[in-house]
């Protein structure tokens, strides 16, 4: 197992920054129990001019105020002061490249009532690329996306997970890198911890928001596909469809953007170093690192006033 800290780990805990291995919770939450938590999975880098910055940080702590008001969770903090904070647990972690996570958790509750108070935790580690470096062998899960209907599937929440464990240790079981889970009507939704992006005939298709979480890496990919004049389609996806495409890929903040090799043993047509998709992998590299786009031919356009 990773190890995530040490006697000299700082974490922020209800508005203190304490020693993470003499923080404690409650065996009574009701997180604990029911999975009844909300979390982010933001990164920040070290910027080319030096500086550590935190990856749209806005974004995350927005959503994050997101989950916990769909949960029914109290949520009092304001994105600045969680933002100032995990500067904060960087610094005294002498971090700069990081994996930072936010988690909301309710107190002692083994009922299913509201609770008038929630905790949150700030921890960060160093953490490598969540899927690897290398391309990926992907493979359709046998598990769904929970229904819309009976989750808020645009919060993460903690229990949420647990579907993302199954699909995930399932595709490993099957000697397969990661799962690609469909939603409940059979089409194209996600990846356990990341969405994702097809690529055919020189254009770029993801499932629509409805049935995924609308992933922060995504909506960035967008704006990259935008920025560089590649087109892009969202739309209602099939598992044949990513069969018959040049290149796939799975993007998400942990997994930053990273190439399939083949999806249920289909190998990809494209060499990956020959599509637009590993354009998208090295401007979305660039990109975090605040480096100016370096793809010959595909430099930010200037907007003329
Ligand atoms: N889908 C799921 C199920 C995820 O857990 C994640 C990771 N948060 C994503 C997509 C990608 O989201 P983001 O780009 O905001 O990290």
Redo the contacts with the bound molecule.
């Keep these: 197992m990773a190890s995530y800290y040490n006697e000299n780990t700082v974490i922020y805990l209800d508005g203190a920054f304490v020693k993470s291995s003499e923080a404690t919770i409650d065996l009574y939450s009701q997180s604990m129990h029911y999975g009844y938590a909300v979390f982010e999975?933001i990164r920040s880098y070290k910027t080319v001019n030096g500086e550590t910055k935190i990856f749209k940080e806005q974004a995350?702590f927005a959503?994050l105020k997101h989950s916990a008001d769909a949960l029914n969770m109290p949520y009092s903090y304001t994105a600045d002061e969680l933002i100032a904070a995990t500067y904060e647990v960087l610094k005294r972690n002498n971090l700069q490249d990081a994996y930072i996570r936010p988690l909301v958790y309710a107190p002692a509750n083994m009922s299913f009532n509201k609770n008038t108070a929630s905790h949150i935790a700030i921890q960060t580690w160093e953490m490598a690329p969540f899927l690897g470096d290398k391309l990926l062998r992907v493979m359709t899960s046998s598990f769904q996306r929970p229904n819309p209907k009976g989750f808020k599937i645009t919060a993460?929440a903690a229990g949420?997970?647990v579907n993302?464990i199954l699909a995930s240790q399932e595709a490993k079981a099957n000697g397969f890198d990661e799962a690609l889970l469909t939603d409940m009507n059979g089409f194209v939704a996600?990846?356990?911890?990341?969405?994702m992006f097809y690529e055919k005939d020189g254009k770029l298709f993801t499932p629509s928001a409805g049935n995924?979480?609308p992933?922060?890496?995504?909506a960035t990919v967008l704006e990259i596909c935008n920025e560089l004049g590649i087109e892009v389609q969202e739309k209602q996806i099939t598992t044949d469809e990513v069969k018959q495409a040049d290149a796939a890929f799975f993007?998400?903040?942990?997994a930053e953007v990273i190439g399939w090799e083949s999806f249920d043993n289909t190998l990809f047509k494209k060499e990956w170093n020959k599509t637009l998709s590993r354009i998208i992998q090295k401007a979305y590299a660039d990109r975090v690192i605040e480096k100016e786009i370096s793809i010959p031919g595909k430099e930010r356009k200037e907007v003329v006033v």
């Design positions: 999975g995350h959503r993460k949420h997970y993302s996600e990846g356990p911890g990341a969405n995924i979480l992933g922060i890496t995504r993007c998400g903040t942990a």
